[in-house]
């Protein structure tokens, strides 16, 4: 008879805390976060953020009067986004990070900026999702492509809206390989029984060989593959502004909150 996998507070025994963002201050930590979305594809007024600090937590939010983040590359997308690096070729060039679309090209260069940039380890955040069904909510990692193969993501949670219920939730957690020939896509939305408009905690652990997502303590899935470099955090709320439209969603349906307790990352003891 197998044993059930160690939960993750046992596997932390094996690691020592190593960024940890409890969102006590009133403001984005600038060593910690850049506060925009991927800037070097639209420019930082476009990418920034609209955040709230309160009470301990952080909302990333979504505003009523909050343009799209760029009309001609992703239409009615808006979005309030955190992470943890930053880099970009020339303007005009195409070399930037998470370059989603062939043609993209650099419209303001990004100097390097390399915050936190685990290579395997331990990451874990606790937050509460919307059930807004035009919003999703992550955390997710990406490669930071100071080669274009080293590209691929880790999604250690994504919940849509329309996936939470009062006692369920599909919660997306995977692998996207993007430019990696290394990496095969692997991703899923698992069923889970609990409110994701509650604070819940979501982690992955990332070794040598495969990526193991953990809700709640106790492992949910896991994959046999394994991004072999540095990567960086994205951590964002979306709103599909023109399905919002449909759904009648006025000036009183906003700000939509992604409310975060924290965010943590542990790198593995190595022994002597």
Known sequence: ???????????????????????????????????????????SEAARARWEFSGGRLYLQIEHDQPSWSPDLTGGMVVSNFQTGVRSGPTG??????????DLLVVEERAEQRLYLPHRGIVEIRMAALADPSAMVALWMIGFEDAPTRSAEICVAEIFGRNVGPDRAAVGMGVHPFADPAIADDFAEVELALDAREFHDY???????????????APVRTVAQSPDYPMQLMLDIFEDRPAAAELGHGPERYP????????????????D
Do not use: C, N
């Not at 939509?256 to 022994?271: D, H, L, S």
């Open 1 to 43: 008879m197998a044993l059930p996998s160690p939960g993750l507070s046992e596997r932390l025994a094996h690691y020592t805390l190593d960024f940890d963002d409890d969102f006590s201050a009133a403001a984005p930590d600038p060593t910690k976060w850049i506060s925009s979305y991927l800037p070097q594809w639209v420019g």
């Open 203 to 217: 982690a992955v652990e990332w070794t040598d060989d495969e990526i193991t997502w953990f809700v709640d303590d």
């Open 256 to 271: 939509k909150r992604f409310a975060v307790e924290y965010v943590r990352g542990y790198r593995r003891i190595i022994p």
């Open 93 to 102: 060039s195409g070399s930037g990070q998470h370059p989603f679309r062939p």
